[in-house]
Structure formats: structure tokens, C-alpha cells
């Protein structure tokens, strides 16, 4: 196996010409550059990750806290946020914080101890990052009062686009499946503003409020049988994934034709929700867009960079065949 002392050695230059070459580190003329990167190929030389980091002063290793992995819309979130960690050279250290006390704490304190150089997080409490300590830890999908930067996906609009297809079908009135009206966690958002333009279009709106960390299919499921005497006396209903799916059966084996007698929009856009007759309508979170700013913005914050305050996702209503 090539060292760096081969390159040298092939290159006519030290090894520390070699070093501040590869790491971008120094001035080295375009000339020797070029000899240099001529020979790293020639003799199959690869700088090992490790030693690069620690000349870095990296590991490398970027966390990534997420409620619930088996959830599918955190699922692919998490899996293209790995993507494009591995294509920075970057590994990702995931976990899940639902239900595991102090999880979140043991993450910052990794950060702290330079276990990992950042963090991406998508959970309701951080300590407050104000004051320009120089961590790198961005939120995703959470409003922060830890003053770090946010990404998230434009929730406005996805409430907008739902109030405006239940409106051009002639629903009058609609019920939707919510953790409730807290901003923090900026999902809720669609809620307000679907609620809000639908009652000024004369719409009438019903709220049923759910567990917050109702990510389970069978929860979802034991909510639409829980609440089944409101949804039946609905023309329209918006909910996640899971819970959209559960709508759509429980509906069918109550007799319901979906979507004469109920239109059904989900929200999150995964693949499941392609899965049932009809498919399912839904206001798609574009995932891979979502992964890619927020592995964006942590590195930049990793190597000292300005980085946006928030970072908004566009999404897209795909209408399929429950509306």
C-alpha cells in the first residue's frame, strides 16, 4: 500500500508539500499541485480518514437525533441525510429520542467533548445555543428558542394547498388529526393555516387533538375508531401518513365511498401512501431537498461558515385517488 512518503517521492517534493496539498491547507503553486495530484494517482495512494480528521480536528461523525426511525417520513429523511453525510465524507451517528430520557442531553454533551462535530436535530428541547458558543447544531422542523439556525419545510404553503383542494371539491366540512397549535414544532403551522382559509371560504373545521408523539400505525388507527362519530359527519379529512391510512380503511369497512363521501389528504408524502386503492392524495415534504440543507448547513457551521437563520422547503400537493 502507497504512502504519502511514495507521493513524495514520485512528485519530487516534501512531505509536507504532500500534507498542505491534500488538505487544502497552505499555498502550494498550481505547478506542484498538479505533480502532486498526478502522483496520488499513479502510486494509489489513500489518505487515511482518521489522520486527515485528527489534522483536521474532526471525527468526522455528524449526530442526528430524530423522534422515532421507524416512522416513514423520518425514515427517508434519515436515510438521504446519511446519503449526503457519506458523500461529504462524513458518517452519521443516529438515534431516536422518543421515550429514552436524556438523550438529547448525551448528544450536546458528545458535541461538547468533540465526539461528533455537529448535530442534527429534529427534537422539541435544546439548551439555549445563543451567544455564539460555536457549536454546529442545526434544528430541523422545530422552531428553537436555542438560537440555531432551522430548516424546515414550508408549512404555510402545505396548509394553503390542502384548504384550497378541499374547497375546489366542495367540502363543507373537514376534520383534521393534530398534536395541536404549538408552533415549535413547525408542522402544526398547516394546521392554523389550512383552519383559517377554509372558515373564511365558509368552511366549517373540526380539530382532534392527538398524542404528540402519535406516530405509531396503531394509535392512528384506535383514533380514527375513537373519533369515528365525528369523521363519519365529515366531507373531508387531513392527517399524516399513518393516520390518513387508517382514515382510508377504516372508512371503507364502515361503507364510506372514498372520495365521494370523503376526501382524504395526507400529509408527508412517503411512499406507503401509494401503497392503497385509491392511492392516496397528499402534500409531499421534499425529503431529499430537506436532507441536503440541513447537511449543508451544519457543515458550513462545522468550518466556521455564515449560515441562513431558516432555510424553507417548498412542498407539492400530488392528487391522487381520495379527493
Not at 191 to 200: A, I, R
Request: with cysteine.
Amino acid at each position: 500500500m502507497a504512502s504519502i512518503r511514495d507521493v513524495a517521492v514520485r512528485a519530487g517534493v516534501g512531505i509536507g508539500t504532500v500534507s498542505r496539498t491534500l488538505n487544502n491547507s497552505g499555498y502550494v503553486s498550481e505547478e506542484t499541485r498538479k505533480k502532486i495530484l498526478e502522483a496520488v494517482e499513479e502510486t494509489g495512494y489513500k489518505p487515511s480518514a482518521i489522520a486527515k480528521n485528527m489534522i483536521r480536528k474532526r471525527t468526522g461523525i455528524i449526530g442526528v437525533m430524530v423522534p422515532n426511525q421507524e416512522h416513514p417520513f423520518f425514515a427517508k429523511v434519515m436515510k438521504h441525510m446519511e446519503n449526503e453525510l457519506y458523500k461529504q465524507g462524513y458518517k452519521c451517528l443516529a438515534c431516536n429520542t422518543l421515550d429514552i430520557i436524556n438523550r438529547q442531553k448525551s448528544f450536546i454533551d458528545m458535541l461538547d467533548s468533540r465526539v461528533v462535530d455537529g448535530i442534527i436535530s429534529c427534537v422539541d428541547e435544546l439548551p439555549d445555543f445563543s451567544g455564539g458558543n460555536g457549536r454546529a447544531i442545526v434544528s430541523f422542523d422545530r422552531n428553537s428558542d436555542a438560537g440555531v439556525p432551522i430548516v424546515r419545510s414550508d408549512h404555510e404553503m402545505g396548509g394553503r394547498l390542502v384548504a384550497e383542494l378541499f374547497i375546489k371539491k366542495g367540502c363543507k366540512k373537514v376534520c383534521q388529526f393534530t398534536s395541536g397549535f404549538d408552533r415549535k414544532r413547525t408542522a402544526n403551522i398547516r394546521h392554523d393555516v389550512m383552519k383559517e382559509v377554509l372558515e373564511e371560504a365558509g368552511v366549517e373545521v373540526v380539530s382532534i387533538i392527538t398524542a404528540w408523539d402519535a406516530l405509531s400505525y396503531s394509535y392512528n388507527k384506535d383514533m380514527v375508531r375513537k373519533y369515528w362519530d365525528i369523521i363519519e359527519t365529515v366531507d373531508g379529512m387531513m392527517t399524516t401518513d399513518i393516520g390518513a391510512l387508517s382514515c382510508l380503511s377504516v372508512a371503507q369497512k364502515m361503507g364510506l365511498n372514498v372520495p365521494k363521501d370523503l376526501c382524504i389528504i395526507a400529509y408527508d408524502g412517503t411512499d406507503i401512501t401509494e401503497l392503497t386503492y385509491p392511492e392516496l392524495t397528499v402534500i409531499q415534504q421534499d425529503c431529499p431537498t430537506i436532507a441536503k440543507k440541513c447537511v449543508e448547513t451544519v457543515l458550513n457551521m462545522v468550518d466556521g461558515k455564515e449560515v441562513p437563520s431558516l432555510e424553507l422547503i417548498p412542498v407539492k400537493l400530488i392528487e391522487r385517488g381520495t379527493t
